[in-house]
């Protein structure tokens, strides 16, 4: 197996983790300046903060269309285009609803994006290091989340219409993302499953494994007849013998949002003004976030294949309900001044992105069958996707009439959930090749 090729190729499509992770938490910095600017209602505010991830849930919902039918590789072209012509329009927008359309434009991006990166990452990678390798992609989301922040606050500095800069700079990495895709081969799945070109499945999958490519190949395919002859076809994923990978992948994007993840990278700034810290403070704190974010994403992805997805899953279920009930106490109890709210929650954070934050991608794009993985990928991601629309559009109402105490607490009540989740109904999923997925999802 050629470890670079396949490492370099994985490395490009998780690019698209990167613009993904950048466009997610750019907003943060720029939210009370556009607020400002063009005068909004908290109504209006709070569409022009979730419009993005309504345009997610629409990318999402439409992911496995243009993946299944134009392939994974002309998919990530247009991805670029969307993150490309959403920073340029965004940043020199001078009427509200051009600004809305824009930000719209580049939750496409990202909906797609979460669909169609981890699929072809999963279907280029050998099992033994699938995990790490899709984890590449919740880094680079991550790295992006970091970047965001790093450049909102040096940006932040620049005067009155310094978010414009702010939104605007994403313009270079996904023009160097477009450029990038033009190196890396389409998925040799899709090409045998979805246009039966199996001479140019080949001369991929040699690339990945020269030893033994030919046998992988017939391997997929078999697997695919197999499949057809106990009556699984493509069209059918809300048929009976996917149920359990439905409910496993619908379940994990639930409970990943109701963390209040979303909420915390979309409104750190705020969370921690609502602490007492001042607005050049706040900034700088996110920028601990996203760095406790990235580090610990990384440790992540060099334990996932070692100690599995699920052990992983147990560790952060208990470290997320433990970091949520401190900063719920120390909102109750008033003591929010100093580093206490920016020590919990880079504490929540860590164990975020230790758990769910690396392992949620991997899980959803590798436990349905190769016929409806982009389709069973699209239920996951567009999931995850209305809820955090959700999350983001309620958080400001509910620290208004909740206050911080009680919603913090909510969130982790859903841990609580999770960790029972997790211990009755995830299976184990780490070293298991995509074509014999089913049974161990069955098994557990």
Same mark, same amino acid.
């Given at each position: 197996m050629n470890k670079n090729m396949v490492l370099a190729w994985s490395f490009v499509v998780a690019l698209g983790g990167f613009l993904f992770g950048f466009d997610t938490a750019v907003i943060s910095g720029a939210e009370k300046a556009v607020q400002v600017f063009w005068n909004l209602t908290e109504f209006e505010h709070g569409l022009t903060m979730a419009i993005a991830l309504i345009g997610t849930v629409v990318g999402a919902a439409l992911g496995a269309l243009p993946s299944d039918r134009f392939g994974r590789k002309n998919t990530l072209f247009a991805v670029a285009l969307l993150y490309f012509f959403s920073a340029i329009g965004t940043a020199l927008a001078y009427d509200w609803s051009l600004f809305l359309i824009f930000r719209f434009l580049g939750g496409i991006g990202v909906g797609v994006s979460s669909v169609t990166a981890p699929i072809y990452i999963t279907e280029i990678s050998p099992a033994k290091s699938r995990g790490k390798l899709v984890g590449l992609f919740q880094f680079n989301v991550v790295l992006g989340i970091l970047i965001a922040y790093l450049s909102n606050y040096l940006i932040g500095q620049w005067g009155e219409e310094s978010w414009r800069w702010m939104l605007g700079v994403q313009a270079f990495p996904a023009a160097l993302f477009f450029i990038l895709i033009f190196f890396i081969p389409e998925s040799p799945r899709w090409l045998l499953l979805h246009r039966n070109r199996r #001479? #140019?499945? #080949?001369?991929?999958?040699?690339?990945?494994?020269? &030893?033994?490519?030919?046998? #992988?190949?017939?391997?997929?395919? &078999? =697997?695919?007849?197999? =499949?057809?002859?106990a009556g699984e076809q493509s069209s059918a994923l809300f048929s009976k013998q996917y149920r359990t990978p439905l409910i496993l992948a619908i379940l994990f994007a639930v409970f990943n949002q109701v963390s209040g993840i979303n909420a915390i990278i979309y409104y750190a700034p705020r969370v921690f003004e609502m602490a007492g810290l001042g607005a050049q403070s706040s900034l700088l704190s996110s920028v601990g976030i996203g760095l406790v974010n990235f580090i610990f994403t990384l440790l992540a992805i060099n334990f996932i294949d070692k100690v599995g997805r699920r052990k992983l899953m147990l560790v952060g279920s208990i470290g997320l309900i433990l970091s949520l009930s401190l900063v719920s106490f120390a909102f109750f109890s008033g003591h929010t001044e100093g580093l206490s709210i920016t020590f919990y929650l880079m504490l929540y954070i860590a164990f975020f992105a230790f758990s769910q934050g690396a392992v949620i991608w991997v899980f959803i794009s590798e436990i349905f069958?190769? &016929?409806?993985?982009?389709? *069973?990928?699209?239920? *996951?991601?567009?999931?995850?996707?209305?809820?955090?629309?959700?999350?983001?559009?309620?958080f400001p109402a509910l620290t208004e009439f909740l206050g911080g105490g009680y919603t913090f607490l909510i969130f982790a009540g859903f841990m609580v959930l999770q960790l029972i989740f997790v211990i009755r109904m995830m299976p184990e999923t780490k070293g298991t090749s995509l074509e014999n997925m089913d049974q161990t999802i069955n098994l557990h």
């Open positions: #001479e #140019e499945a #080949e001369e991929t999958m040699k690339k990945i494994n020269a &030893d033994n490519y030919k046998d #992988e190949v017939q391997f997929i395919i &078999d =697997s695919r007849q197999n =499949s057809q002859r069958p190769n &016929d409806v993985r982009a389709k *069973g990928q699209t239920i *996951g991601s567009l999931t995850h996707w209305v809820m955090a629309a959700l999350i983001t559009f309620c």
